[in-house]
């Protein structure tokens, strides 16, 4: 299994950034995807995932209505759209993977997501 992350970089306040997480050697539609993030000193915290059909996803609090994640299963990809980026958004942004068979629910945990990509900078200042 491989996740790569790309897409971060340096944003305004109020601007906006796609990520892109590339998925290989695994069957990407049998497998639930996580956007996780983690600030300097802040612990690892759930940002969004979705199901392996795309039909479902989940959303933490802090994002909803400024994020939105996708996924293209012809091409192995997932996205995170990030809009009105705001200063607490400011971490290195994770994709993560898992077997939709072992998600009893959706609610972000790290803990739920074996695989792991090695993380895009987020950086947001004026």
């Known amino acids: 299994v491989q996740l790569v992350e790309s897409g971060g970089g340096l944003v305004q306040p109020g601007g906006s950034l796609r990520l892109s997480c590339a998925a290989s050697?695994?069957?990407?539609?049998?497998?639930?995807i996580g956007w996780f993030r983690q600030a300097p000193g802040k612990e690892r915290e759930g940002v969004s995932e979705?199901?392996?059909?795309?039909?479902?996803?989940n959303y933490a609090d802090s994002v909803k209505g400024r994020f939105t994640i996708s996924r293209d299963n012809a091409k192995n990809m997932v996205f995170l759209q990030m809009n009105s980026l705001r200063f607490e958004d400011a971490a290195v942004y994770y994709c993560a993977a898992a077997q939709e068979s072992t998600i009893l629910w959706y609610n972000l945990q790290p803990s739920s997501y074996p695989f792991w990509g090695q993380g895009t900078q987020v950086t947001v200042s004026s």
């Open positions: 979705i199901s392996g059909s795309g039909e479902f996803t």
């Open positions: 050697g695994f069957t990407f539609n049998s497998y639930v």
